[in-house]
T-cell receptor, first 108, second 114 residues
Framework: RKEVEQDPGPFNVPEGATVAFNCTYS??????FFWYRQDCRKEPKLLMS???SGNEDGRFTAQLNRASQYISLLIRDSKLSDSATYLC?????????FGAGTRLTVKP | DAGVIQSPRHEVTEMGQEVTLRCKPI?????LFWYRQTMMRGLELLIY????????DSGMPEDRFSAKMPNASFSTLKIQPSEPRDSAVYFC????????????FGSGTRLTVV
């Protein structure tokens, strides 16, 4: 089993749709969690941190479920510009793992 | 803040040649990471440094790969000799705290070994 797993997608959704991604992790001692966005042929860029209490940034909501060992990312009112690959990052002390990414395409 | 700076942006080299990739982290960031990304394997951590000291190099594929960080503002990743299977995008990233705070990635070096 991979340490960090994501559904690779692709998720194809119409503009305005709500879409959610999950990322599961195997190490229950993991301490920090992030979502990154990567556009084609570009570097990953930090989208948001994930806090235990859940956090929101505009149309984006991130949540952490320690009991079930997953983090989620919810995108509301999706825009064409949200099309990208979304990567989750799970950190435990010196061990940092990226998921393989979930590809999202938002269509007109 | 100029961000993480990598050079070169693109490198095409022949099999067997030595390749050196360079990275300048963000000033004040004390952790630096080298990643490799391919379609097949995604983002793989090769090695990371904390306060210029290599902490974990278990991701380095083999002895052909080596990395150095002689000071807080510069790191190199060297492949000698290079092979076609080394073709990938190599990212350098830095962060100010090993546990907390997000990574900032450089634009990457796209390496093609022919």
């Amino acid at each position: 089993r991979k340490e960090v797993e994501q559904d690779p997608g692709p998720f194809n959704v119409p503009e305005g749709a709500t879409v959610a991604f999950n990322c599961t992790y195997s190490n229950s001692a993991s301490q920090s969690f992030f979502w990154y966005r990567q556009d084609c042929r570009k570097e990953p860029k930090l989208l948001m941190s994930v806090y235990s209490s859940g956090n929101e940034d505009g149309r984006f909501t991130a949540q952490l479920n320690r009991a079930s060992q997953y983090i989620s990312l919810l995108i509301r009112d999706s825009k064409l510009s949200d099309s990208a690959t979304y990567l989750c990052v799970v950190i435990n002390n010196n061990d940092m793992r990226f998921g393989a990414g979930t590809r999202l395409t938002v269509k007109p | 803040d100029a961000g993480v700076i990598q050079s070169p942006r693109h490198e095409v080299t022949e099999m067997g040649q030595e390749v050196t990739l360079r990275c300048k982290p963000i000033s004040g960031h004390n952790s630096l990471f080298w990643y490799r990304q391919t379609m097949m394997r995604g983002l793989e951590l090769l090695i990371y440094f904390n306060n210029n000291v290599p902490i974990d190099d278990s991701g380095m594929p083999e002895d052909r790969f080596s990395a150095k960080m002689p000071n807080a503002s510069f790191s190199t990743l060297k492949i000698q000799p290079s092979e076609p299977r080394d073709s990938a995008v190599y990212f350098c990233a830095s962060r100010w705290d090993l546990l907390y705070g997000g990574y900032t990635f450089g634009s990457g070096t796209r390496l093609t070994v022919v």
